[in-house]
């Protein structure tokens, strides 16, 4: 699981890890009868681990793509992962045109600010920061009316500030997460789609995503 990366895994003020990837190993490991071990992970770390045995999962918000799948399986995808555009409940935006006449923040350079810069309106008026923190207090204050981010920057804003009005409005582009299974390990992984598939019905996958991402769970891809 990740270390150093909320809401889907970091260390707690107790000591203990937690967040949605550390969730989800929980409720793997309960089903599956069995103790569990969280070992914390870099993105370097994430393959060689799953390879050469010192992990049995991978659960750290990963994203599958041709070049990973060379080297590891890769299960159902189990957490969104999106840059979207977000705004108060209040206001009527559903796709990229909406943005017209719009004030958009977001911080320059960014995948958000390069996918946006080819779609938005002409009318749509795009303020660059020059990083989150910037970005974010700009939408506290009002001086933008549509933040684009990563969701999991969205998600963090809600949970430091209960009171802040922001929900998502539309996705710019989709990133979900996927469990990583060493190669070879055909009934775990098929077990593994069955997990994701039973918690996705049963709803505790959308309590999660509602509890560290502030959202309900999107539809999700499935390999």
Do not use: C
Request: glycine residues 8%.
């Amino acid at each position: 699981v990740p270390e150093n990366f909320p809401p889907f895994g970091a260390l707690g003020a107790s000591g203990e890890h937690e967040g949605y990837d550390v969730d989800v190993a929980k409720l793997i490991a309960k089903d599956l009868g069995v103790k569990l071990k969280l070992v914390p992970v870099t993105s370097k770390q994430r393959i060689p681990f799953l390879e050469t045995s010192k992990v049995d999962l991978v659960i750290s918000s990963m994203g599958a793509n041709p070049s990973r799948a060379k080297s590891i399986w890769f299960s159902n995808a189990y957490a969104p992962f999106f840059s979207g555009a977000f705004a108060p409940s209040g206001t009527a935006i559903s796709s990229v045109k909406d943005l017209a006449g719009k004030k958009i923040g977001l911080t320059g350079g960014t995948l958000e600010d390069l996918e946006l810069t080819k779609s938005a309106p002409k009318t749509a008026e795009i303020i660059r920061f020059g990083d989150n923190a910037a970005t974010i207090a700009a939408y506290q204050s009002s001086q933008v009316d549509v933040i684009v981010t990563g969701n999991t920057v969205a998600a963090k804003m809600s949970a430091d500030n209960a009171n802040l009005d922001i929900e998502t409005k539309f996705i710019i582009k989709e990133s979900p997460a996927f469990i990583g299974v060493k190669r070879g390990e055909i009934d775990l992984l098929r077990w593994v789609n069955v997990f994701i598939l039973h918690k996705t019905l049963g709803g505790e996958l959308n309590a999660m995503s509602e509890k560290w991402l502030g959202q309900k769970l999107p539809p999700l891809p499935n390999l």
